[in-house]
């Protein structure tokens, strides 16, 4: 029998044998449990330890706002405040979350000094912790001057050169920005958009159309109706087309089209100074490393961890509902059908590299991590959450579009706790994959629209581009209104104007030019003639049922009148251009002409203003001085103003004679009587003597 010496001896060499079987029979089922995994670290204290390695953290979160780039450039303007100065640059958060951040921080870094809260626009907070700065005062300032658009760099410019004042000045000048914008708003924006730049566009192409166009219709219109009276039929107009005569020089011609081309290119280059704008934002164009910081630390979290919280926004899940989380998503990725699930909590904005587009950052991190999966974007602050199915057995449609909304967008519940309820949500979620359908092959939510991309997302389009061409047509077409608006309004005044005694009329002494030029004459000539054509023809048919001597006096008076003027017109009657050049058979046209319509009026005249032609039928005859030297003196058939002037400054007559255009060779005008073919010497003795001496010369000719 074996003494008790030997039974411990048994013992002790068979507890290392069962202690060694015990734990190669637990190892594989300790290797099969999920690994506790670490916490992650509160926000106040991942925050500190960035101020801790340097004092300037700018967030990987905002590259289309602020750059990590833009960290040195916050570095130097924090030097400048004369303290310790903290910087954080975070995503824009609700005041309920921002508030105490800054004193959060400042109690796990352990450094006084002046810390700073920028988000993506502006100075939000700001605290001084043993030191002597007037912050609210700078915080305030900077609210109030700055406009909206000025951006968080030049915000914090700002903000550095009030804090840095004493305290008198800065709360001075924070009381003085208050009353200038407290109840105006902020000041205008600093940059446009890019429907201002359209409607720059718009109205740039208006301008460099319209006004060229309506120098080129309105200058030779204007000038029509200044030398000359309008036409005499109201009912056919002067070709505008035509506004000198055959020997104006080539040059002359070109000068308008000239000056309407020099208008458009001035126009063009004046707006390309004025609208100079080429961005429509502060914001620096960021880096390709700067647009990728962000995937690629969620990637790299999320290859630890399925579940990543990020560490600058607020913690959202505690330690129960984190384990809770990791053992839903280990038994579906153990289950049929099932698959990895990855979960990120981290704020969307449209100043992130996916530009605010949930489903286009899921489609980022799963390339970078390259591992197929359920990828559910969670939002920390605003509490919605999106599900992206990438290559699993799952109805992707579903899961991005059907979702429920106590899921997706959250109960009103949810809207009100500050957590947004993520965990109860989450957990909500992953019971709806469990119970999702299965596909017979993987499905994917497929490609997600590309972002804007961040160099041309702040560029201005060009001005000369968009709305500019339709603002060409636009521009066109006004300039010709404008010249229907004008030419009704000249013409309404001048009917008015002569109505009422405000304007002299077309044929009156004080619408006839002394000094006429070749275009006025063909002008007058053609109107007159026009006008005459019209009158005489209809009172053809109105002569053979009057009986009287005097009306059949009348219609061959006026008859042998316009049968003479045409005459001297030749075969050009209807336009005047190509036969009839000399100025004094021009003059004896429109005399002509105007006379027989004055005859068919009842007009019994037989002389018309020896002085001037175109003042119409004489009134009297009165010694005129003709000459500016001596006394010589000539008997002549005047009308009334020229009388007027004959009685009361008889010296200054003279320079009413009507003189015509040089001839050729020539740079002086000759008085109408004096010219060469005697054409025009009859009228001083009348009307008759001028029919006579028009026969005669186109016979001639």
């Given at each position: 029998?074996?003494?008790?010496?030997?039974?411990?001896?048994?013992?002790?060499?068979?507890?290392?044998?069962?202690?060694?079987?015990?734990?190669?029979?637990?190892?594989?089922?300790?290797?099969?449990?999920?690994?506790?995994?670490?916490?992650?670290?509160?926000?106040?204290?991942?925050?500190?330890?960035?101020?801790?390695?340097?004092?300037?953290?700018?967030?990987?979160?905002?590259?289309?706002?602020?750059?990590?780039?833009?960290?040195?450039?916050?570095?130097?303007?924090?030097?400048?405040?004369?303290?310790?100065?903290y910087v954080l640059v975070l995503?824009?958060?609700?005041?309920?979350?921002?508030?105490?951040?800054?004193?959060?921080?400042?109690?796990?870094?352990?450094?006084?000094?002046?810390?700073?809260?920028?988000?993506?626009?502006?100075?939000?907070?700001?605290?001084?912790?043993?030191?002597?700065?007037?912050?609210?005062?700078?915080?305030?300032?900077?609210?109030?001057?700055?406009?909206?658009?000025?951006?968080?760099?030049?915000?914090f410019e700002r903000f550095v050169?009030?804090?840095?004042?004493?305290?008198?000045?800065?709360?001075?000048?924070?009381?003085?920005?208050?009353?200038?914008?407290?109840?105006?708003?902020?000041?205008?924006?600093?940059?446009?958009?890019?429907?201002?730049?359209?409607?720059?566009?718009?109205?740039?192409?208006?301008?460099?159309?319209?006004?060229?166009?309506?120098?080129?219709?309105?200058?030779?219109?204007?000038?029509?109706?200044?030398?000359?009276?309008?036409?005499?039929?109201?009912?056919?107009?002067?070709?505008?087309?035509?506004?000198?005569?055959?020997?104006?020089?080539?040059?002359?011609?070109?000068?308008?089209?000239?000056?309407?081309?020099?208008?458009?290119?001035?126009?063009?280059?004046?707006?390309?100074?004025?609208?100079?704008?080429?961005?429509?934002?502060?914001?620096?164009?960021?880096?390709?490393?700067?647009?990728?910081?962000?995937?690629?630390?969620?990637?790299?979290?999320?290859?630890?961890?399925?579940?990543?919280?990020?560490?600058?926004?607020?913690?959202?899940?505690?330690?129960?509902?984190?384990?809770?989380?990791?053992?839903?998503?280990?038994?579906?990725?153990?289950?049929?059908?099932?698959?990895?699930?990855?979960?990120?909590?981290?704020?969307?904005?449209?100043?992130?590299?996916?530009?605010?587009?949930?489903?286009?950052?899921?489609?980022?991190?799963?390339?970078?991590?390259?591992?197929?999966?359920?990828?559910?974007?969670?939002?920390?602050?605003?509490?919605?959450?999106?599900?992206?199915?990438?290559?699993?057995?799952?109805?992707?449609?579903?899961?991005?579009?059907?979702?429920?909304?106590?899921?997706?967008?959250?109960?009103?519940?949810?809207?009100?706790?500050?957590?947004?309820?993520?965990?109860?949500?989450?957990?909500?979620?992953?019971?709806?994959?469990?119970?999702?359908?299965?596909?017979?092959?993987?499905?994917?939510?497929?490609?997600?629209?590309?972002?804007?991309?961040?160099?041309?997302?702040?560029?201005?389009?060009?001005?000369?581009?968009?709305?500019?061409?339709?603002?060409?047509?636009?521009?066109?077409?006004?300039?010709?209104?404008?010249?229907?608006?004008?030419?009704?309004?000249?013409?309404?005044?001048?009917?008015?104007?002569?109505?009422?005694?405000?304007?002299?009329?077309?044929?009156?002494?004080?619408?006839?030019?002394?000094?006429?030029?070749?275009?006025?004459?063909?002008?007058?000539?053609?109107?007159e003639l026009r006008a005459a054509?019209?009158?005489?023809?209809?009172?053809?048919?109105?002569?053979?049922?009057?009986?009287?001597?005097?009306?059949?006096?009348?219609?061959?008076?006026?008859?042998?009148?316009?049968?003479?003027?045409?005459?001297?017109?030749?075969?050009?009657?209807?336009?005047?251009?190509?036969?009839?050049?000399?100025?004094?058979?021009?003059?004896?046209?429109?005399?002509?002409?105007?006379?027989?319509?004055?005859?068919?009026?009842?007009?019994?005249?037989?002389?018309?203003?020896?002085?001037?032609?175109?003042?119409?039928?004489?009134?009297?005859?009165?010694?005129?001085?003709?000459?500016?030297?001596?006394?010589?003196?000539?008997?002549?058939?005047?009308?009334?103003?020229?009388?007027?002037?004959?009685?009361?400054?008889?010296?200054?007559?003279?320079?009413?004679?009507?003189?015509?255009?040089?001839?050729?060779?020539?740079?002086?005008?000759?008085?109408?009587?004096?010219?060469?073919?005697?054409?025009?010497?009859?009228?001083?003795?009348?009307?008759?003597?001028?029919?006579?001496?028009?026969?005669?010369?186109?016979?001639?000719?």
């Amino acid at each position: 029998m074996p003494t008790g010496r030997f039974r411990t001896r048994v013992i002790r060499l068979l507890l290392p044998l069962c202690a060694a079987l015990a734990v190669l029979v637990t190892a594989p089922q300790a290797s099969a449990a999920p690994q506790p995994q670490p916490q992650p670290q509160p926000q106040a204290a991942y925050l500190a330890d960035r101020l801790r390695a340097h004092p300037v953290h700018v967030t990987d979160q905002l590259p289309r706002a602020v750059p990590r780039a833009l960290a040195p450039d916050f570095a130097r303007l924090a030097e400048r405040t004369g303290v310790p100065t903290y910087v954080l640059v975070l995503p824009g958060q609700r005041s309920s979350y921002r508030d105490g951040l800054l004193d959060k921080v400042h109690d796990r870094l352990g450094r006084d000094g002046l810390y700073v809260l920028v988000d993506e626009a502006e100075v939000t907070q700001a605290r001084a912790y043993g030191v002597r700065a007037p912050v609210e005062a700078a915080v305030t300032a900077v609210r109030f001057e700055l406009p909206y658009d000025a951006g968080p760099l030049r915000s914090f410019e700002r903000f550095v050169e009030v804090v840095s004042k004493d305290v008198e000045e800065a709360e001075r000048l924070a009381a003085a920005a208050r009353d200038t914008y407290g109840d105006d708003g902020p000041p205008d924006d600093l940059y446009i958009g890019p429907s201002d730049r359209r409607n720059q566009s718009f109205l740039t192409g208006i301008a460099v159309t319209g006004v060229p166009l309506s120098i080129l219709l309105l200058v030779p219109y204007v000038r029509r109706r200044r030398r000359g009276p309008p036409p005499a039929h109201p009912t056919r107009k002067p070709s505008a087309g035509r506004t000198t005569g055959p020997t104006r020089p080539p040059w002359r011609r070109l000068t308008l089209p000239a000056v309407a081309l020099l208008t458009a290119a001035a126009i063009a280059g004046t707006a390309s100074l004025i609208f100079d704008q080429t961005r429509s934002d502060a914001a620096p164009t960021p880096s390709p490393r700067d647009m990728s910081a962000r995937v690629e630390r969620v990637a790299s979290g999320l290859a630890r961890d399925p579940v990543y919280q990020d560490p600058e926004s607020p913690r959202r899940l505690d330690a129960s509902q984190l384990a809770r989380l990791h053992d839903r998503i280990d038994r579906f990725a153990r289950s049929k059908g099932g698959g990895p699930v990855f979960v990120t909590l981290v704020p969307h904005i449209p100043e992130d590299e996916s530009a605010g587009d949930e489903e286009l950052f899921a489609a980022a991190v799963h390339a970078k991590l390259d591992k197929d999966g359920v990828y559910v974007v969670a939002d920390p602050v605003s509490g919605y959450i999106d599900v992206v199915n990438h290559n699993l057995r799952l109805d992707s449609h579903d899961l991005l579009f059907d979702l429920p909304e106590s899921i997706s967008l959250g109960t009103r519940e949810a809207d009100k706790a500050e957590d947004h309820l993520l965990g109860d949500r989450l957990d909500a979620l992953m019971t709806h994959l469990d119970t999702s359908p299965r596909t017979e092959e993987p499905t994917s939510s497929g490609t997600p629209a590309p972002a804007p991309s961040p160099a041309e997302e702040h560029a201005l389009p060009r001005l000369f581009a968009t709305d500019f061409w339709p603002g060409l047509v636009i521009g066109a077409l006004l300039a010709l209104l404008l010249r229907g608006v004008v030419a009704a309004v000249w013409t309404a005044t001048a009917k008015a104007g002569r109505r009422f005694g405000w304007t002299p009329g077309p044929g009156s002494p004080a619408a006839a030019p002394a000094a006429p030029s070749e275009a006025f004459l063909r002008r007058t000539a053609r109107a007159e003639l026009r006008a005459a054509a019209a009158v005489v023809g209809q009172a053809a048919g109105a002569a053979d049922e009057e009986t009287t001597p005097s009306s059949h006096t009348r219609h061959r008076t006026a008859r042998d009148r316009y049968d003479a003027a045409t005459a001297l017109a030749g075969d050009d009657t209807a336009r005047l251009r190509a036969t009839v050049t000399d100025p004094a058979r021009l003059l004896a046209i429109a005399v002509l002409a105007r006379a027989a319509r004055a005859a068919l009026d009842g007009d019994a005249g037989s002389r018309c203003c020896a002085v001037n032609p175109l003042h119409g039928t004489a009134v009297t005859r009165h010694h005129v001085r003709v000459s500016p030297e001596g006394n010589s003196r000539r008997l002549l058939p005047v009308c009334e103003p020229c009388r007027d002037t004959a009685i009361v400054t008889p010296r200054e007559l003279h320079h009413r004679f009507l003189t015509l255009p040089a001839p050729p060779g020539t740079t002086t005008r000759v008085r109408y009587d004096e010219a060469s073919d005697g054409l025009l010497s009859p009228l001083t003795r009348g009307y008759g003597g001028l029919v006579t001496k028009a026969r005669e010369v186109a016979h001639a000719g």
